[in-house]
């Protein structure tokens, strides 16, 4: 593999910059929002009807969007912006994803300690003591804590508890 | 005068109820814990405390969450000047000399001065809030949709002029937050907007899980993998005793770190966290010594974080008085107000006053509380600080599922939630402030109804807004400081928010 090559002083770096894909990306959600708003009524500009504000704010979205990537031609390269903690990140919505799934169907208790497990033994592979007492203690406690002695609802699993 | 002390009386007569002393004080130790906790700020701590306030009364529930906002803000400042870790965002430039004081040994000091400076301006705030918030109330009696409209405009535009990195991200996130509150039922004409089919929706996005997801969440993601935390001083009390000629350097910026960071938390906008900036851009400006900035001066601390417990404070004047909030954090604070039946706005005051002058007192309360937390106990605080991240992110994680959860028992909050920390992972590391989408998304409905209203009662006639004379005003005003957002761009060298450390800002 060979080291890349320092730039030049005063060279221009070709490349996509972070503005300019963030930039196009907020002129396409407002595009979308435009698209997507069009089923609601618009109105007048003296009445306006409910489609008038969600046109409003998709062509501001638009409009800012565009001048962000106008003026963007300065910011970082897209291929030099760190992402170390990319991969764990994505582990971690993945597993809290599978958590919200799980909640309503093995109930709070259930759904934490497997998130823990996942979480602690998994991702940052702890030692299996401190991983089982961490998800017991945690789910246990924070239902007591919340559920019994708050009154906050908290979903049961189908079992009863 | 005289009503004021009897009102305040009246205050007292409530905080020092035991109930809601006890109250005051969980809520300033958990604000405290939430605030040196990388991941979870002032905004998501009280989102998740939300559904805690169920079952409790008004007051107490406005106690107990304004008791962890301002704990918050003294507790971000210990991880900032200890360990270089700011808990919250307001306390970002609080590390930079904070953290040098520390390494040359001067923990202790820059520990007590920022207690000591949060102390005042709170106090100060306390003070500004009670003479403020009544004389605001009555005039805002004369606020019709159009002086409605006007002012929710400004508080856009001056998010714009005065947030903390670019004013075009900074609108495009406000852009964004009033898209996402304009899901949901359109009040005016019944239609139901971007639902998607989801029936939860009809309801429009809730705060909580948007905040817990853009704050709370995305911090998670951004900082997990981190190894394990530096080691950590523990000041004792004997070290905490600043030096004369501290004291000295320290009075100048408390007093105006207060003043300063009560008059933005006024306006709407992130304003603890800009207080914080401007405070620390103007100190160094000021300072015959700039050059000991960044390397341990005691007034980069002193004013900034008496700054940012002004502005937390002084955030409640337009959400009592005026019933609008002016931060994420002012939201959740009226939202957990409205589940029991009460909207604040110019009528709070008069028909709420044990709510009100009770709220008032309890932070003069929390005040006390806060400064003994902060200096004597600032080492049983610390230990939390020793607990390894890979332990604590996971059940942080998890106290956000549970809270985004129990607000309406809705799994669907909580898929919002991760969606929202994806989001708003993304964006931040294309460095875009989100805290603008969280106003966004609690001012898009209040701005759509008013605008509509006003066209309503002037048959569709535009010209409502400047023939009234407050909107007028408010729309003047607006429009100047349109320019004044513009002017950078154009006049490149003539930026202020570049001389004060605005631009400096992630």
Redesign the interface.
Known sequence: MTAARAPEPGSVQRGLR??R??GIF?VL?GLF?AW??RV??LG???????G???ML??V??VV??A??AA?GGKSELLSA?P???AR??LL??II??A???A??RIG?RLT?IA??IL??GV??R?SPF?VVA?SLG?SFI?YYV?ATL??????LSPWGF | MVETLQNLLLGFSVALNPSVLVYAFAGCVIGTLVGMLPGLGPLAGISLLLPVTFGLNPIISIVLLSGVYYGAMYGGSTTSILMRIPGEAASVITCVDGYAMTQRGRAGPALAIAAIGSFVAGTFGVIGLMLLAPTLASFALRFGPPEYTALLMIGFLVLAYMSGGSMLKTLAMAIFGLVLGMIGIDTMSGYTRFSYGLVELGDGVGIVPVAVGLFGVSEILLTAGQPMPPKVQKPTLRQLIPSREEFRLSVGPIARGSLLGFMIGIIPGSAHIISSFVSYGIERRISKHPERFGNGAIEGVAGPESANNAAATGAFIPMMALGIPTSPVMAVMIAALMLHGISPGPMLISQEPELFWGFVASMYVGNVVLLILNLPMVGLFVNLLRVPYSFLYPCVLCFCILGTYSVNSSTLDVWIMLVMGGIGYVFRKFDYDLAPVALGLILAPMLELSLRQSLAMSAGDYTIFVTRPISLTLFVLGVILFLLSIKPLIFKGKNWRAKVGLDAQG
Do not use: K, N
């Open positions: 972070s503005d894909v963030s907020l959600l929002i997507d708003g609601y009524p007048t500009l003296a009445e306006p009807g409910p008038y504000m969600p704010v998709a501001f979205l800012t969007g001048l962000i003026f912006m992402w170390p903690e764990r990140a971690i919505l809290s994803a958590g919200a799934f909640l309503e709070y934490m998130l823990l979480f602690l991702v940052e702890r401190a961490v945690f924070s919340f708050l009154l906050v609802q908290l979903p």
